[in-house]
């Protein structure tokens, strides 16, 4: 599932060298924790949320049934990083 997310947000992203992917799994659900850069906040999450909320509906979609529940985050990545 994880590579899904990669291949949709890297269609959008164009500072792709600088996005990270974080995963933390719990009893019942597998957070992803997408990290952009400020630049490509807008492209990913899109007018509204709109691509942001394709995205959580693809990926809820393509999860089977008997799987975990997988919630994606989008943030903007600290410039401590």
């Keep these: ?13 164009e500072d792709k060298a600088n996005i990270e992917y974080r995963t933390e799994e719990t009893d019942d659900a597998i957070n992803v924790t997408v990290l952009l850069s ?10 509204q ?3 942001a909320k394709a995205l959580r509906t693809i990926v809820r ?9 997988y919630n994606v985050e989008i ?3 600290s410039s401590e990083e």
């Design 1 to 13: 599932m994880l590579e899904l997310i990669k291949y949709i947000v890297e269609q959008f992203a």
């Design 38 to 47: 400020d630049s490509d906040m807008g492209k990913v999450i899109g007018k």
């Design 49 to 51: 949320g709109k691509i």
């Design 61 to 69: 979609a393509a999860t089977p049934k008997d799987s975990k529940k």
């Design 75 to 77: 943030t903007e990545r």
